[in-house]
C-alpha cells in the first residue's frame, strides 16, 4: 500500500476539490469549475493542489504532508 504523505513536489500533482477555474474549450468560456471532462483540460493546472501554500496542508515531518480535508492521519501513513 501507498501512503497518503507527500512531498509538496508530489501534492502539487494533484486535483484538489477545492480549487476553482474557468476555461475555454473550443472557443467557449466554460463557467468556472475544479474539472473539466474534455481530452485537452482533464486536470488543469489551476485546480491543483497548492500544498503548503494552502490553509488545510498538515505537515507530517519536515519533507511529508498532507490535505487536511479529508481527516486526521494514522502513524502509518492512512486515514483513521
Known amino acids: 500500500m501507498v501512503s497518503n504523505y507527500k512531498t509538496e513536489e508530489q501534492a502539487r500533482k494533484m486535483w484538489c476539490p477545492m480549487a476553482r477555474c474557468s476555461a475555454s474549450i473550443g472557443g467557449e468560456e466554460a463557467p ?10 482533464n486536470n488543469p493546472k489551476e485546480c491543483r493542489c ?13 519533507q511529508h504532508g498532507y490535505c ?4 486526521r492521519m494514522s502513524g502509518n501513513g492512512f486515514r483513521n
Open 32 to 41: 468556472a469549475s475544479n474539472r473539466y471532462v474534455h481530452e485537452s483540460i
Open 68 to 71: 487536511g480535508l479529508g481527516g
Open 50 to 62: 497548492i500544498a503548503s501554500a494552502c490553509a488545510m496542508w498538515r505537515w507530517w515531518d519536515d
